[in-house]
């Protein structure tokens, strides 16, 4: 159907930035949001930004200034640029993209397996 597979996380010391990536394949006909959420441990699921296939755009107040989120329709790929990054960005980092696998159904939505951000002090 279809996968997303995500990239770029990894241990980075407080202050600094990181990229994440996702891509998008499978049986994709249009891919209406994406966005980014982030589980740390003990803690639920959130949101952290999102993206609208026209470029419209979303941020949690935590992130405002910091994380930029971005898309390439063409790659069917999004991304997340962090900066000035804190201990407490510290989680596992999904992909979501709620997907139209044809053009005469509505879009549903998957996800990534996620990959783990780690912010040192």
């Known amino acids: 159907q279809v996968q997303l597979v995500e990239s770029g996380g990894g241990l980075v010391q407080a202050g600094g930035s990181l990229r994440l990536s996702c891509a998008a394949s499978?049986?994709?006909?249009?891919?209406?949001?994406m966005g980014w959420y982030r589980q740390a441990p003990g803690k639920q699921r959130e949101l952290v930004a999102t993206?609208?296939?026209?470029?419209?755009?979303n941020y949690a107040d935590s992130v405002k200034g910091r994380f930029t989120i971005s898309r390439d329709n063409a790659k069917n790929t999004v991304y997340l640029q962090m900066i000035s990054l804190k201990p407490e960005d510290t989680a596992v980092y999904y992909c979501?993209?709620?997907?139209?696998?044809?053009?005469?159904?509505?879009?549903?939505?998957?996800w990534g397996k996620g990959t783990l951000v780690t912010v040192s002090s």
């Open positions: 979501n993209a709620d997907v139209r696998t044809r053009w005469y159904t509505n879009g549903m939505d998957y």
């Open positions: 499978g049986m994709i006909f249009s891919i209406n949001a």
């Open positions: 993206i609208a296939s026209g470029g419209n755009t």
